[in-house]
């Protein structure tokens, strides 16, 4: 049956075989290619020689045209894809035959031009061709005497690599050279003698075959990624095959039959003085892979690997990761031989493993692990490499702070990411070694100190005079907005360099390296700052022994130090700018310090809160917004490692612990300034339930401003009670913008009961005018005065009425008021506007307790009052927000005395300013003035204390004539909006004052509105056609529209 099958199938192909012998042709070789992809393995193993004869004849002819040997080198192949080569001597003859298809001794490159395909075709069957031969064919094939044969394929190969554009062809040609070193993919069943007989040979070939490698891969990334990584891959297993340690019993046979040798060492071992072809001969035959040769070629290969080392910059992952395998296999394998080597493949290794991604750092991370793991197991062969590395590792702390002040962002990452490679590599075993040499350390150290240098030039010293918000304070984003280096790029940087100090806190030795950066703090002041940060980031990682906290317990004790915790903030004699800049880093570094040291500790720090917490409270409450914003971080931290839900719970739970030292230093304020910003922090986290202990902490402080002596801390008393008071209305819900209540209008469905009333009203509104006009003025006085009173009597009535039982925290509420009161006529500005805040804050606290309001009321009348005489518009305006919420919670008991005292006044102000106003649009820089703001303040609110007060007609003309000048189409926009809105208020309380006021306007533009005499036909008929032609139309004519819209949608 066999036999049959093989006398048919040679019966098939015979014909095509004959054919092509005679005339060879296109469709002859695809039918005979056909049919030895149909036929069995078996039989075209018997036909082989058969079949290869007219195709190796055809192929060997320089008459037949290359598309037809492209053709018949595809048949070629899959004949030897259906066979195995047993035959050395076919093998020769089939590789010359090859080989002689894209050869050509007259081009440059040595290879054809132009047909691409022929060229693949050829490279592709070449590769076949080794791959399908027998072992034993190999081993007579791989021989010295053939060595000119690979010389000339191994050199098309390579030419092709480097020149050739299409780029299936350039990766077949590195796929043929790979093929040609026996380290293909299948070459693991290759013994290890036939390997070493290889790497004999393909020595003799390594520097063209490495040079024009590192050639390919350092190509333009225009090339994409496979050729670059297909070349590297190429290097790395040609270098593994001809520079593998041997191992150590062939190294001491080949040390015994060296020394039984009479021949002395080559001078030349590589061969590079033989320039004549005798003489290359000459060292092909006797070359060999000796110690000598080795330890030379080595020392070359230096070169080619720092050119690749720029490799780590590609873009492509794949790239690196292939790098990565290139560097890891020649440390592992070739650890002897490739020794001269050693520092520039690490250096690839230790920047991939900080490479961005996962696989390519993981590979780095794997490789170096091994040699790591290599040395702890005793191997002398790693011993060499991390010796290497501590230089190496010296080496770069030399140069990383010029790298950081000169190099730009890329040679700063590079720098940073061999750093923390470095100390990744040398691990817990060597690194703390390292770090036992004082010298070492120190030169770490700095050498990170130079880098993270900061720049505090933009840190201001400006102290926030207005009361914050803590609640926000905590989730600040910015609060570290001042920390700037001055030689890190960018945040990517900072990064980084915080990462090289956790890698420093996990792999050394953390007491040392604590009790350095401690001692180095004391010894250079001129970078404790940059200690202080170095110091934070180290001692951020996680804890190991928490029995043993003796590390953390020297950074707190140094940290909250006299001389290291309070310096100087303020710029004086003895302290510059620069200093008093300095000093709020070091002290926003020292609380941050404290805060990593919480968080990383937990429920462990425990034992160091009561040493901290009184301190860290000081400095959230310091005037210095910087270092306020960085205690609340810390106190926030101290929180969330207690396991407490907020500050404010954390400082309830300790709350006994500060009492006692706040009262402590309440008897000695003048030497403890502090504690009154400690009692603000401390009144304003507390809730209803801690009052009673606070009780005496504010009566202390009550005590303590009624002195003198205390003239300096009247700001901080202030702030004290401002929190205070703050914190109660917070805790009352208070809401100051009270609902003003509006006078209900009685709706009319009837139209003409509609127009009855208007006609009705505009009667009554007609006398009204008149009696303005008149002289009545006594009359009016002698209302007043009855009014006044009538004020007193009902204060009078109220002082006799059943007192309800008062809480404590409405006694405080009056007591912090009636001392506050006592600071309102202060030259300090910032004092008086604490103080206004805070009775504001009191007054809306006391609204429902009228026995208590009202005398507050009464007393702090007088004091108001001149603070509408000041010369500061800010003062002004802060006083009439005061006035508008005693209208709202006192109403009429302060209208007599705001008509007599205050409303002049502003009215006054509101007619002598409208001068400066006039014709100042909305791009003039008057807008951001304080007499603006007053402007705009006082015609938002006069028109809710008309309402609040019940003010009468003759008031409410007084106040429509004083704002009257802003209806002026030339003030500014904002303040004709503010008093379109008065007239509008006035007019939902009192519609008919504002109608005639606005028919006055109309009836006559250029004469005083108190002098009109508008009658009811002619104001409604111009009320009906808008026709105004004064500088008061648009916003006239808006206020109309309303009073109309108003009373007809009654």
């Not at 066979?83 to 080989?99: H, P």
């Not at 290969?301 to 590609?314: D, E, M, R």
């Not at 003062?875 to 927000?881: D, E, L, S």
């Amino acid at each position: 049956m066999e036999r049959f099958k093989i006398f048919e199938g040679f019966t098939k192909l015979t014909p095509l075989c004959d054919s092509l012998r005679k005339n060879p042709n296109i469709i002859d070789t695809d039918q005979l290619r056909d049919h030895v992809q149909q036929i069995s393995p078996a039989i075209i193993q018997d036909l082989q020689e058969h079949i290869l004869l007219p195709l190796v004849t055809n192929l060997l002819k320089d008459d037949v045209s290359k598309e037809i040997k492209l053709h018949l080198v595809n048949c070629l192949r899959a004949v030897l894809l259906k066979t195995r080569m047993a035959k050395v001597d076919v093998v020769t003859r089939l590789f010359t035959t090859l080989i002689y298809q894209i050869f050509d001794k007259e081009q440059k490159t040595m290879v054809i031009q132009y047909h691409e395909e022929l060229k693949e075709s050829v490279l592709l069957c070449i590769s076949d061709l080794i791959c399908r031969s027998c072992t034993d064919v190999i081993e007579a094939f791989y021989v010295r005497k053939n060595i000119g044969k690979f010389s000339q394929a191994i050199y098309c190969c390579v030419s092709i690599a480097k020149t050739e554009r299409l780029q299936s062809l350039r990766l077949a040609a590195i796929e043929t050279i790979i093929t040609l070193s026996l380290v293909h993919n299948n070459s693991d069943t290759i013994d290890a003698v036939l390997r070493a007989q290889a790497a004999n040979l393909i020595m003799l070939l390594s520097p063209g075959i490495i040079t024009g490698l590192q050639e390919t891969a350092q190509g333009s990334e225009i090339q994409g990624h496979k050729i670059p990584m297909m070349a590297l891959r190429a290097l790395n297993r040609i270098l593994c095959l001809i520079m593998e340690d041997l191992p150590e019993s062939d190294t001491v046979t080949q040390l015994i039959s060296l020394s039984t040798c009479d021949t002395k060492p080559s001078t030349d071992p590589l061969g590079l003085s033989s320039r004549t072809k005798d003489g290359m001969m000459k060292f092909m035959e006797t070359a060999s892979r000796t110690q000598q040769w080795l330890d030379a070629a080595s020392a070359k290969l230096n070169i080619c690997i720092q050119a690749l080392a720029g490799l780590v910059k590609h873009s492509h992952s794949k790239v690196r990761m292939e790098l990565a395998e290139f560097a890891g296999a020649l440390l592992l394998n070739c650890p002897r031989n490739m020794k001269p080597n050693h520092k520039e493949l690490t250096k690839i290794l230790i920047t991939l493993s900080e490479d961005d991604t996962d696989e390519v750092r993981t590979a780095a991370i794997t490789a170096l692990d091994k040699i790591r793991t290599k040395y702890a197991e005793g191997n002398n062969t790693a011993r060499p490499i991390l010796e290497e590395l501590e230089e190496s590792f010296y080496t770069l702390l030399t140069k990383l702070p010029r790298i950081m002040r000169t190099g730009d962002h890329s040679e700063q990452m590079s720098c940073l990411n061999q750093l923390g490679g470095y100390i990744k590599i040398l691990g817990t075993e060597q690194l703390p070694q390292i770090m036992s040499s004082v010298a070492h350390l120190q030169r770490l150290l700095l050498a990170l100190v130079y880098t993270i240098e900061l720049d505090c030039g933009d840190v201001s010293l400006l102290e926030d005079v207005a009361i914050k918000d803590f609640d926000n304070i905590v989730h600040h984003h910015g609060f570290d907005s001042w920390r700037h280096f001055k030689f890190l790029r960018d945040s990517i940087a900072e990064t980084k360099v915080i990462t090289v100090c956790r890698l420093l806190g996990e792999n050394g030795d953390m007491k040392i390296l604590v009790d350095t950066i401690l001692d180095m703090m004391s010894n250079m002041t001129q970078y404790r700052k940059e200690l202080t940060l170095l110091l934070n980031w180290i001692i951020g990682v996680p804890v190991t022994n928490s029995t043993d906290l003796s590390e953390y317990q020297s950074v707190v004790q140094y940290y909250v130090t006299e001389s290291t915790w309070n310096l100087p903030l303020c710029i004086s004699s003895d302290v510059t700018l620069r200093e008093a800049q300095s000093n709020v880093a070091q002290s926003c570094l020292l609380l941050e310090g404290l805060g990593i040291i919480a968080r990383t500790l937990k429920e462990e720090f425990q034992r160091f809160l009561l040493h901290t917490l009184y301190l860290v409270i000081e400095k959230a409450g310091n005037r210095q917004t910087l270092i306020s914003i960085a205690g609340f971080h810390t106190l926030s931290s101290f929180a969330e490692a207690m396991q407490y839900a907020a500050i404010g719970t954390l400082l309830q739970a300790n709350v006994d612990y500060l009492s006692y030292h706040i009262m402590l230093k309440l008897r000695r304020v003048e030497r403890n300034s502090g504690v009154l910003d400690v009692v603000g922090v401390v009144v304003k986290q507390c809730t209803m339930d801690v009052l009673p202990p606070l009780e005496k902490i504010v009566q202390d402080v009550l005590s303590q401003s009624n002195s003198n002596f205390q003239e300096r801390n009247t700001y901080s008393f202030l702030k004290v009670f401002h929190t205070f008071v703050t914190c109660v209305r917070r805790l009352l819900g208070s809401n100051p913008d009270e609902t003003i209540y509006n006078a209900n209008t009685t709706v009319l469905t009837d139209k003409a009961e509609t127009v009855i009333k208007i006609l009705l009203e505009y009667s009554e509104a007609k006398t009204v005018s008149n009696q303005l006009e008149g002289d009545e003025i006594e009359d009016e006085i002698s209302d007043l005065k009855e009014e006044e009173n009538h004020d007193l009597q009902d204060y009078n009535n109220y002082e006799d009425e059943e007192k309800r039982v008062i809480p404590l925290h409405i006694k405080m509420t009056v007591a912090i008021m009636n001392r506050c009161i006592h600071f309102l006529p202060s030259k300090d500005v910032a004092v008086k506007l604490l103080t206004i805040e805070t009775l504001q804050e009191g007054l809306i606290i006391l609204s429902d307790w009228e026995n208590e309001l009202l005398p507050i009321v009464h007393q702090l009348w007088h004091p108001l009052v001149h603070r509408f005489r000041d010369s500061s518009p800010i003062i002004i305006n802060r006083a009439w927000g005061l006035l508008c919420t005693l209208a709202k919670v006192s109403k009429d008991f302060i209208r007599s005395r705001t008509l007599k005292e205050v409303l002049p006044a502003l009215a006054d102000f509101l007619t002598k300013t409208a001068k400066e106003s006039y014709k100042k649009d909305s791009g003039s820089v008057y807008k951001y003035t304080q007499i603006f703001k007053l402007q705009r303040e006082l015609l938002s609110q006069l028109g809710d204390i008309v309402d609040c007060l019940k003010i009468h007609e003759r008031e409410l003309w007084n106040v429509l004539e004083a704002a009257k000048p802003y209806l002026s189409k030339y003030q500014h926009r904002d303040l004709q909006v503010k008093c379109v809105e008065l007239y509008k208020k006035i007019a939902d309380y009192n519609e008919d004052i504002v109608w005639i006021k606005c028919l006055s306007i109309i009836s006559s533009p250029n004469k005083s509105a108190s002098t009109t005499e508008p009658t009811c036909s002619s104001g409604i008929e111009k009320v009906a056609n808008f026709n105004i032609q004064n500088e008061y139309q648009v916003n006239i004519e808006t206020i109309v529209t309303y009073i109309q819209d108003k009373t007809f949608n009654m």
